[in-house]
């Protein structure tokens, strides 16, 4: 079955190490919802079959629960939606209860959180609005208000980051009650504010980030998330649907400014 990627492109504030197309204009949240159900209903009559729908980013966490509802009520009038798992991605300074709540009663059935550290000295590096108590008390709240599937992002290599304080980070989020974790490795991309020599030598080395790249790995499976792919560990039942379309070579369509199919 064929999988449809949205691509939110708002965020608050740009992070300093990300590349990924996106921009401060919380005006244009409703013209954007908008365009995407317009984008969506040119598929309607080609009797598609879909299992998944992502919201990625960006911050997809902007949009209301209303604006949320509105694109996924136009997918299921527009596809032929089987079962499916509907990931959108949250920055946890972006939602609240009663967002988290409206999205669950919209449809969407995973939440992904961007924590990226459990260390706040880390996440005031990284340029994030969180610290790690709003991100503790994020997920908690997505699961009291019925989400079983809900993901966590963590980051390897930031400046200051040692083997001991990772470790210390990992063991704070699998405490949580999450069935997902993603890690990825920090890269300094082309363009970005820390694409400078100053940040290429305050970061992690390549030895650095071999040791912990393994350390995690380790560590995860000690706690029962079993790695599935490269950055991705999973509780049993807890695998992304939609990320699997990728590395199984499916199909899926691209919604948004910077998606492609």
Same mark, same amino acid.
């Given at each position: @079955? ?17 590349? /990924?197309?996106?921009?401060? *204009? ?11 159900? $317009? #984008? ?5 009559? $080609? ?22 509802? $509105? =694109? =996924?009520?136009?997918?299921? +009038? ?12 949250? #920055? ?6 009663? %967002? ?9 059935? *995973? ?11 880390? !996440? ?23 989400? *079983? ?5 963590? @980051?390897?290599?930031? %400046?200051?980051?040692? !083997?001991?304080? !990772? ?19 920090? %890269? ?11 940040? $290429? ?23 029962? /998330? ?5 950055? #991705?560990?999973? +509780?049993?039942?807890?695998?992304? *649907?939609? #990320?699997? %379309? ?16």
């Amino acid at each position: @079955m064929t999988g449809i990627y949205i691509h939110v492109p708002f965020c608050k504030r740009k992070c300093p190490y990300c590349d /990924f197309y996106s921009v401060c *204009r919380p005006d244009l949240y409703e013209d954007y919802t908008q365009a995407v159900c $317009r #984008n969506i209903e040119a598929f309607k009559g $080609r009797d598609i079959k879909c299992d998944t729908i992502y919201f990625g980013g960006g911050t997809p966490s902007v949009l209301s629960a209303e604006q949320v509802d $509105r =694109i =996924i009520d136009t997918a299921g +009038k527009c596809f032929a939606l089987c079962q499916p798992e509907i990931t959108l991605e949250a #920055n946890p300074s972006s939602v609240d209860r009663e %967002k988290m709540s409206g999205w669950r009663k919209a449809g969407v059935t *995973r939440l992904s959180f961007g924590v990226q550290s459990a260390n706040d000295r880390e !996440l005031g590096f990284l340029g994030r609005l969180h610290d790690f108590s709003q991100a503790k008390s994020a997920v908690e709240t997505a699961a009291q208000v019925g989400f *079983r599937h809900i993901s966590c992002d963590i @980051m390897l290599g930031v %400046k200051g980051q040692t !083997l001991e304080s !990772l470790w210390d980070s990992i063991e704070s989020l699998t405490a949580l009650p999450v069935d997902h974790i993603s890690a990825y490795m920090l %890269k300094i991309e082309k363009g970005t504010a820390f694409d400078c020599d100053e940040m $290429r030598n305050a970061v992690a080395d390549d030895d650095m980030l071999c040791d912990m790249y393994l350390q995690t790995v380790g560590q995860l499976a000690s706690k029962g /998330f079993l790695q599935y792919e490269i950055s #991705n560990f999973a +509780k049993e039942g807890g695998k992304s *649907r939609h #990320n699997l %379309k990728y590395w199984h070579g499916e199909e899926y369509i691209g919604i948004g400014p910077s998606a492609h199919s």
